[in-house]
């Protein structure tokens, strides 16, 4: 039950031409800059857009193909869409916006309403059960959105930028519940982002798309710590760590990092690999983070160097060519790496 | 400048306290009372509700075409659509006429197949009163369709609602203010109606005469029952303003 897409869509001057597959059960993130055809790549798998050239295969079914003159209607899609601006239906309560999709369905009203009750209160929406849209908060309508496309069960989940109309203050919160539900979620679902925090934090895989074309695909942890251009590195390689804070301290494998602002419960934490320093010997000063590593291997990207270290944590540092010739560091050599806790940044899992 | 709008006030005020001075208020309750009055009324209320089903149940399809759909000549039936809110309703009622008395093919063949008889029925008053009445309703659904943000409709139809379950699960509900706006204008239009009505079903006792058909032959006979029954359907015209007033006054939750 995969998904085959290659998309190939031309519209008003813009050139959209990319390929990948999702597989169920796990998680990929579409990243890319506003205006790269994340959109209407989203589009397109939902029927919205129809294909110029290429083709959309899931779960067995063609659902688009120019070529052989096929094209599923959107409706006919088992395809589930959470918008960005969530459209729930204002006139409706939280829990017959859930219903919505059972009742379409056929299942009887009584039945489809337990249902969605039972969802809601999963998400501790039990309260909100009977609220319109318009009583929910940011981060409780975003749930309910969710609740309403996951119901029905579809193949496939999309999800466009789906938190980025939330208030800044709850969108940690929301991103971790959302984490969490897709998690639970048997089939493909696809997040459109142009945060790479929403990329970092809930994708397993990741397509990056530049200017219609793809620019990167694989695993998240391949992307992360081998970007292939540096509009990628820039964009999500980064360190991810998970571990379990505890005020302004994350325990990690036994390693303790420090952060300058406090957090609590399970977290990821980045380091962004320009923020990682390199000494010969173990730095003095003030930052409070320093390990001793081995540096693995030397790549060079872009006008820098990324430094892959092996010890107590796995690490990216990213240094000049200057530096690494001042360090005159090789494969194998010993280094201490120290990161300012003030460049680290904590969100919840 | 404040001078004229004055005058214009003025203009709208001084009909209104001429006819509540004038009432008869001690006999007022005695007026309505009267066999001719209330025959008058129970026909008016009758034939309005009707005009207005027929208004709601026909008006509703066209709105959802002129609304949504893409047939050449849009415009053109348009034009026709609000045609009656502009026309005299005295030539509405010359033209129902032309269309459908006896001695038209259509009217002929209604009353030899059918033996259905328009003019100078109750059924004629109806058809009379939803011919001007039905504009007010397709203008205001046609208007509410437009502003409804379709993408309500595409999530419901992403659902797997099929199009009538969108229609009344979706789009129905999120309309219901200017479809209850719609239907009670048509409704205060086919109570007014005068000209369409006398011209087209005529002026008959019980069958065809209405409110205001009573009014104006009562300002002869029985003037002060003419400005009782002239209050009713000022009181009512008042009832529809206040039930409107956020649609129409700039209320202040819209």
């Known amino acids: 039950m995969t998904l085959a897409a290659q998309i190939q869509v031309r519209l008003d001057g813009f050139d959209l031409d990319v390929s990948f597959t999702a597989a169920p059960g796990r998680v990929l993130a579409v990243v890319g800059p506003n205006g790269a055809g994340k959109t209407t790549t989203l589009r397109a798998l939902q029927g919205t857009v129809a294909l110029d050239g290429g083709r959309i295969e899931l779960a067995g079914s063609v659902l688009d193909d120019p070529g052989a003159r096929a094209f599923v209607v959107p409706e006919a899609r088992r395809v589930g869409m959470v918008h960005q601006d969530l459209l729930l239906f204002p006139h409706l309560s939280a829990r017959d916006n859930v219903a919505f999709g059972l009742r379409a369905q056929g299942v009887a009203k009584a039945e489809a309403r337990r249902r969605a ?147 609590e419960g399970d977290v990821f934490v980045t380091i962004p690999p320009s923020a990682v320093a390199l000494h010969t010997a173990e730095p003095e000063g003030s930052a409070r983070n320093r390990w001793p590593m081995t540096v693995a291997s030397i790549e060079p990207s872009g006008e820098r160097m990324r430094i892959r270290l092996d010890g107590p944590l796995p690490l990216v540092a990213e240094i000049t060519t200057a530096s690494l010739a001042v360090l005159q560091l090789q494969s194998g050599t010993e280094v201490w790496a120290s990161v300012k806790a003030t460049e680290l940044h904590a969100y919840p899992r | 400048m404040l001078l004229a709008a004055v005058v214009a006030l003025l203009l709208f005020a001084l009909p209104l306290i001429g006819l509540l001075q004038r009432a008869d208020w001690g006999n007022l309750l005695d007026d309505l009372r009267s066999p001719t009055s209330t025959a008058a009324m129970r026909l008016s209320i009758e034939t309005s509700l009707m005009a207005t089903v027929l208004a709601v149940a026909l008006g509703m399809p066209l709105a959802w075409v002129l609304a949504r759909t893409d047939i050449p000549g849009k415009a053109a039936v348009r034009a026709l659509v609000l045609l009656p809110m502009v026309l005299p309703p005295v030539v509405g009622g010359v033209a129902l006429l032309s269309a459908f008395s006896r001695r038209s093919p259509l009217g002929s063949w209604l009353y030899d197949v059918f033996g259905i008889q328009l003019t100078f029925s109750p059924a004629g008053v109806v058809l009379a009163e939803a011919f001007v009445a039905m504009p007010f309703f397709v203008i205001t659904v046609e208007a509410a369709l437009r502003g409804l943000d379709a993408r309500y409709e595409q999530v419901a139809a992403g659902l797997g609602a099929s199009p009538t379950q969108v229609f009344r699960r979706v789009t129905l509900p999120l309309i219901a203010p200017a479809v209850a706006a719609g239907a009670i204008l048509s ?51 008042f009832a529809v303003l206040v039930g409107l007033r956020d649609r129409w006054l700039g209320g202040a939750r819209r």
């Open chain 1, 117 to 263: 009750d039972e969802q809601l209160a999963a998400l501790g929406l039990a309260a909100q059960a009977g609220s319109r849209p318009s009583a929910l908060s940011g981060g409780q309508a975003q749930r309910v959105a969710l609740l309403r496309a996951l119901v029905t069960q579809p193949d496939l989940l999309l999800l466009d930028e789906p938190l980025a109309a939330l208030d800044p203050t709850v969108r940690g919160d929301t991103r971790r519940d959302l984490r969490r539900t897709l998690r639970t979620f048997s089939g493909i679902a696809i997040v459109v982002t142009h945060d790479p925090i929403d990329a970092l934090t809930l994708a397993d895989d990741v397509v990056v798309i530049e200017h219609g074309r793809v620019a990167q695909t694989g695993t998240l942890a391949e992307v992360t710590s081998r970007p292939r251009s540096r509009h990628v590195a820039e964009l999500l390689g980064t360190n991810l760590i998970q571990g379990v804070a505890t005020g302004t301290e994350v325990q990690t494998g036994g390693t303790v990092i420090h952060l300058a602002d406090a957090a």
């Open chain 2, 187 to 237: 409704w205060a239009r086919a109570l007014g109606e005068f000209g369409a009505t006398i011209t087209f079903a005529g002026n008959i006792a019980g069958r065809t005469r209405t409110l205001p058909l009573a009014i104006y032959l009562q300002l002869e006979s029985d003037p002060e029952s003419a400005i009782a029954l002239s209050l009713v359907l000022l009181l009512v015209s």
